[in-house]
């Protein structure tokens, strides 16, 4: 019935009470009509409808209310980001209803505002992001208080003596809070000291829990790894394809430990590429609803940060038995494809197998060879299937790239870090012709796999990606003209080549990858669904992610499916309903936990960039300006370090910003800055504690005035 009463309010302009459901709907019996009263509960609870205060529903769609994450500002008003992709909705503190930075809200737009900016209300809170909160414990008139980590969460937590742990001035503590006081007045509760701020590591581990991300295994979980074996028994091999002796190998990074994938690769007399992809077998040891599975799914990934690894799984299992480690047997599941010289797979197979690795070599090594023809040692073998590699993998980018793909180039950095945390360097990396290679294969993989599923009918899980919102778009163009580059071709039909198009016409710009990224952001994000909508950014239209089912559960998910549907046969009655119910709540809760993960490599990753930046104050760089605002000017180093320029900090004139062509000009001087200027900056302040760099420019760009 819930699918009936969503179609039907999609009808209607205006909210309907459960009377005029039930005539619209037909119900006749009262057993239909609890049912009614209960599946509008249920939808509400979800937040697929919305109850006013006249006890009446509708879709949000349909009214002035927004679903979506509340973004505070430490100033004390704050937005919300709309989880339709439309913009972002202003809200004046008065507004905000005890909302804080990063909760899901339901927000009523008010009025629009002056520049087509709506502005709101918070009605309800929908789902609190952070059960606890993070901060430092310090003393104040003899009473003990928490200052939030987050400085967008404008609350006073105090903690009573009986609820410290035993906390000293200066812990970095995780904080409930237990009642409140008065308006922003809470009492709290510590639950767990982190260590003393001044702790090598505890700066990150405080990002890692406010971010609520599991730092430790739960001793449950670590008793059960002793039913975990070291080694690839006979028994188990029983029944599965024997690879052992294929000449199959991984590629990773240098440091890479947990090796989900290998690959191989040979040239058939047909002239076509039989491409091999074997992926750690990891659901055969992670059986549904253990300790480890349980603990996997509410971790959801692995987080990588700069001087660690918080792994999704424990190291028994991610560095060792499920690990394709070089020279020992690993079981595996394989998705072998016959691909053409065009780049189509006309034939595939996906089955349980047993690998030997032949060799764990690295992206550095396999570089090397493909770019400068310098053979490594021990790699003389391997040269002749790895030109194959190279000749599929350059067939499978051109096949993508002629239906739609999108490569937006972006650049990552790399902190380097010593013993005790501290970054000694910051640099780009390195995305090579291995990099792209092993990119090239696992989407070809996961494709595979989840073509094969679609045309079954059985419910899977996809790694979806909507298309963007076309007046973000538009948006984006408008102001790439405002740069006085013209894009050329139509965009009001979105299709991924209009995308490409767009970046095509950017790509020999000076701003490109600024320009790139903002065209990125401007884009919906990838999510976890069981309902398949294609992939947009890989012009794909069904998609999955199978290759990575160490440090990801959705993959580990993939391959319980694949063991129940292709290896098991089971496609009953029973498994279909059982996997169609629970892939709705897999996905939300896999989404998620991927988007903490992110947001918390992001934070991780500004903080060690200020404190590298510290020990650079008075030094001086070339830099591009990469963002305009009303306050100052971003300055973006070549090693993607970026830091503030204020306005108020340039003395030499007073700077206005212009909204309508974000630029920053001179009142007297008229000199002008925009994105993508160069400019020499020296580094005036840095806050590891704030995340913050300030910059002051020191010596202007060549062109000097905005005409």
């Known amino acids: 019935m819930c699918e009936q009463i969503l179609e039907l309010l999609k009808t209607k302009s205006k909210a309907l009470s459960v009377d005029e459901i039930s005539d619209e709907l037909k119900i006749e019996t009262v057993e239909d009509f609890k049912k009614l009263i209960k599946d509008l509960n249920y939808l509400e609870d979800e937040l697929k409808l919305y109850r006013t205060n006249k006890n009446k529903f509708m879709l949000f769609n349909n009214s002035n209310l927004k679903l979506g994450k509340f973004i505070g500002n430490k100033k004390g008003f704050g937005f919300v980001d709309p989880e339709d992709g439309s913009e972002d909705i202003f809200i004046p503190p008065v507004n905000i209803n005890n909302a804080i930075n990063g909760d899901r809200v339901v927000c009523e737009i008010t009025n629009k505002k002056a520049g087509n900016r709506f502005e709101g209300r918070i009605v309800r809170i929908a789902e609190r992001k952070y059960k606890t909160m993070v901060g430092e414990y310090y003393l104040s008139d003899n009473k003990g208080f928490i200052k939030l980590d987050d400085d967008k969460i404008n609350l006073t937590i105090e903690i009573k003596d009986k609820h410290t742990m035993g906390a000293m001035p200066g812990h970095k503590v995780m904080v409930k809070i237990t009642n409140k006081v008065k308006n922003n007045y809470y009492h709290g509760q510590i639950v767990k000291i982190l260590g003393h701020k001044n702790d090598p590591g505890?700066?990150?581990?405080?990002?890692?829990?406010?971010?609520?991300?599991?730092?430790?295994?739960?001793?449950?979980?670590?008793?059960?790894?002793?039913?975990?074996?070291?080694?690839?028994?006979?028994?188990?091999?029983?029944?599965?394809?024997?690879?052992?002796?294929?000449?199959?190998?991984?590629?990773?990074?240098?440091?890479?430990?947990?090796?989900?994938?290998?690959?191989?690769?040979?040239?058939?007399?047909?002239?076509?590429?039989?491409?091999?992809?074997?992926?750690?077998?990891?659901?055969?040891?992670?059986?549904?609803?253990?300790?480890?599975?349980?603990?996997?799914?509410?971790?959801?990934?692995?987080?990588?940060?700069?001087?660690?690894?918080?792994?999704?799984?424990?190291?028994?299992?991610?560095?060792?038995?499920?690990?394709?480690?070089?020279?020992?047997?690993?079981?595996?599941?394989?998705?072998?494809?016959?691909?053409?010289?065009?780049?189509?797979?006309?034939?595939?197979?996906?089955?349980?197998?047993?690998?030997?690795?032949?060799?764990?070599?690295?992206?550095?090594?396999?570089?090397?060879?493909?770019?400068?023809?310098?053979?490594?040692?021990?790699?003389?073998?391997?040269?002749?299937?790895?030109?194959?590699?190279?000749?599929?993998?350059?067939?499978?980018?051109?096949?993508?790239?002629?239906?739609?793909?999108?490569?937006?180039?972006?650049?990552?950095?790399?902190?380097?870090?010593?013993?005790?945390?501290?970054?000694?360097?910051?640099?780009?990396?390195?995305?090579?012709?291995?990099?792209?290679?092993?990119?090239?294969?696992?989407?070809?993989?996961?494709?595979?796999?989840?073509?094969?599923?679609?045309?079954?009918?059985?419910?899977?899980?996809?790694?979806?990606?909507?298309?963007?919102?076309?007046?973000?778009?538009?948006?984006?163009?408008?102001?790439?003209?405002?740069?006085?580059?013209?894009?050329?071709?139509?965009?009001?039909?979105?299709?991924?080549?209009?995308?490409?198009?767009?970046?095509?016409?950017?790509?020999?710009?000076?701003?490109?990858?600024?320009?790139?990224?903002?065209?990125?952001?401007?884009?919906?994000?990838?999510?976890?669904?069981?309902?398949?909508?294609?992939?947009?950014?890989?012009?794909?239209?069904?998609?999955?992610?199978?290759?990575?089912?160490?440090?990801?559960?959705?993959?580990?998910?993939?391959?319980?499916?694949?063991?129940?549907?292709?290896?098991?046969?089971?496609?009953?009655?029973?498994?279909?309903?059982?996997?169609?119910?629970?892939?709705?709540?897999?996905?939300?809760q896999t989404s998620e936990c991927e988007r903490a993960a992110i947001e918390c490599e992001r934070e991780v990753d500004d903080m060690k960039k200020a404190e590298y930046m510290q020990e650079h104050i008075g030094e001086e760089y070339e830099g591009i300006i990469s963002s305009v605002l009303n306050f100052g000017m971003f300055v973006e180093l070549p090693n993607l370090i970026e830091g503030l320029v204020r306005l108020d900090s340039m003395k030499d004139d007073v700077y206005t910003f212009d909204e309508t062509t974000f630029t920053v000009r001179g009142n007297k001087n008229k000199r002008g800055y925009r994105l993508g200027d160069k400019v020499r900056v020296k580094v005036i302040a840095a806050s590891k504690e704030e995340h913050t760099i300030d910059f002051e420019i020191v010596k202007e760009k060549v062109n000097e005035t905005i005409n």
């Open 202 to 588: 505890v700066d990150i581990l405080s990002i890692v829990n406010k971010f609520g991300i599991h730092d430790e295994f739960p001793e449950e979980v670590m008793e059960s790894l002793d039913n975990i074996p070291d080694e690839v028994t006979p028994e188990e091999i029983y029944g599965r394809r024997d690879l052992r002796n294929k000449m199959i190998f991984t590629i990773d990074g240098d440091d890479a430990k947990d090796l989900d994938d290998a690959v191989s690769c040979e040239k058939l007399d047909n002239g076509n590429y039989k491409l091999g992809v074997h992926i750690a077998d990891v659901s055969h040891y992670v059986k549904e609803n253990s300790p480890i599975d349980r603990e996997a799914y509410e971790r959801g990934t692995s987080v990588y940060l700069a001087d660690r690894v918080i792994p999704m799984l424990p190291h028994k299992l991610s560095n060792g038995i499920c690990s394709l480690n070089g020279g020992v047997d690993r079981l595996t599941i394989s998705c072998e494809m016959e691909i053409d010289d065009h780049g189509k797979v006309v034939d595939y197979d996906i089955f349980e197998s047993v690998i030997n690795s032949k060799k764990r070599m690295t992206y550095k090594a396999v570089n090397s060879i493909l770019e400068k023809n310098i053979i490594p040692e021990g790699y003389k073998e391997f040269v002749p299937m790895l030109k194959n590699m190279e000749e599929l993998a350059h067939i499978l980018r051109s096949y993508k790239e002629r239906r739609g793909y999108i490569d937006f180039e972006i650049d990552e950095s790399k902190i380097i870090v010593d013993e005790t945390g501290k970054p000694t360097d910051i640099v780009l990396r390195e995305r090579g012709t291995g990099e792209k290679l092993i990119e090239d294969f696992m989407i070809a993989a996961n494709e595979t796999v989840a073509t094969h599923v679609y045309f079954l009918e059985l419910p899977f899980l996809y790694r979806i990606h909507g298309e963007p919102n076309p007046e973000k778009i538009q948006k984006f163009i408008k102001f790439v003209g405002l740069l006085g580059y013209q894009i050329h071709g139509k965009v009001e039909d979105i299709h991924p080549k209009t995308m490409q198009k767009i970046l095509d016409d950017l790509r020999d710009k000076k701003e490109f990858h600024i320009l790139s990224s903002m065209l990125l952001r401007s884009m919906q994000k990838a999510v976890y669904s069981k309902d398949n909508i294609g992939h947009f950014g890989l012009a794909s239209k069904y998609y999955t992610h199978f290759t990575s089912p160490i440090r990801r559960y959705p993959d580990t998910t993939v391959h319980r499916l694949l063991r129940t549907y292709l290896f098991k046969g089971d496609m009953s009655r029973g498994t279909v309903k059982y996997w169609s119910e629970k892939l709705v709540l897999l996905g939300d």
